[in-house]
Structures are given as structure tokens and as C-alpha cells.
């Protein structure tokens, strides 16, 4: 018996990287269009549909890159690491869940520290700091310099 049942299950790296690049094109042309919905605005006052769309397309552009220079090995692609994805996924499914009930205190060290648990490097210090200069950052640039009415306590 020649037959390799796991190479018949995982693909290749090559193969993956295309169908990680193609997922990317998508989502940015996604992005990209439902921008426009928002409004683009002009150079000298842009619109709230500016940054989803150039966000839209850097997600295309690394999209590409990644479909046009991924390595031609025919290795088997690394085993996809589930507890990482997961944690990360919930993270930023609890930080949507809590900005507006909880504020941005919460919902900023729910999304630091359930994070924080897929990199067993991590200690609780190193999550702390992170959150602490998070939290800072994102009072400065979206609450003080840009307006933003996050509420940093629930409301």
C-alpha cells in the first residue's frame, strides 16, 4: 500500500497560500464596496467610507502578494493551530460584544487579555502593559484627536 491518507487531507503549502490569497481578494473587494455606501468624501475632508476603502484595498494588494509570490514547494502546509484562531476570533467577537454595553475599558482588556491566552509567552504583566499602552493609544487617537464618543464606561 503506497497511498498517504494524510497527504490526501492537507494540502500543500503552495495550494493554501492561493486559497488564502483568493479568501483575502474577496473579503477587500468586499470591504471595498460596501465603502462606498459610506461615502468617500474629498481629499481635504474625507468621508466615513475612506478609510474601509483603503483598507479594502491593502487587503487586496497583500491578497495578491501572497497569491503571486507564495513559495512553489509541494510540501504538506503546517498543521493549522485551532486554540490560537479561536481565542483570537473570541477576543474580537467579545470586544464587539462589550464596546458599547460595557465601554472601552472593558471591552479593550477583554480583547488584550482572552487574546493574550493564545500566546503562551505571554505572562499577565506583559498583557497588563499591553493593555495599559492600548488603552492609552486609543484615548488619545479616537477620543481625543478624532472625536470619537466611545464610552469609556459602560452606558
Known amino acids: 500500500m503506497d497511498s498517504k491518507p494524510e497527504d490526501s487531507v492537507s494540502p500543500n503549502l503552495k495550494a493554501r497560500n492561493k486559497g488564502v490569497a483568493l479568501v483575502l481578494v474577496f473579503i477587500g473587494a468586499y470591504v471595498t464596496y460596501k ?3 459610506y461615502g468617500l468624501g474629498e481629499l481635504s475632508r474625507l468621508g466615513a467610507g475612506a478609510l474601509p476603502f483603503i483598507l479594502g484595498i491593502l487587503i487586496i494588494l497583500v491578497g495578491l ?3 503571486i509570490f507564495s513559495p512553489d514547494g509541494e510540501e ?4 493549522t493551530k485551532w ?3 479561536v481565542l483570537v476570533l473570541s477576543a474580537l ?3 464587539a460584544l462589550l464596546i458599547e454595553s460595557a465601554g472601552l475599558i472593558v471591552a ?12 503562551p509567552e505571554h505572562t499577565w504583566r ?3 502593559a499591553i493593555y ?7 484615548y488619545i487617537i479616537f477620543v481625543r484627536f478624532l472625536s470619537i464618543p466611545f464610552d469609556m464606561i459602560g452606558g
Open 83 to 85: 486554540r490560537p484562531v
Open 65 to 67: 502578494f501572497i497569491g
Open 76 to 79: 504538506p502546509a503546517p498543521a
Open 93 to 95: 467577537l467579545a470586544f
Open 126 to 128: 506583559s498583557l497588563l
Open 35 to 37: 465603502a462606498f455606501g
Open 108 to 119: 479593550t482588556g477583554a480583547l488584550v487579555f482572552i487574546s493574550g491566552i493564545a500566546d
Open 132 to 138: 495599559i499602552f492600548l488603552l492609552g493609544t486609543v
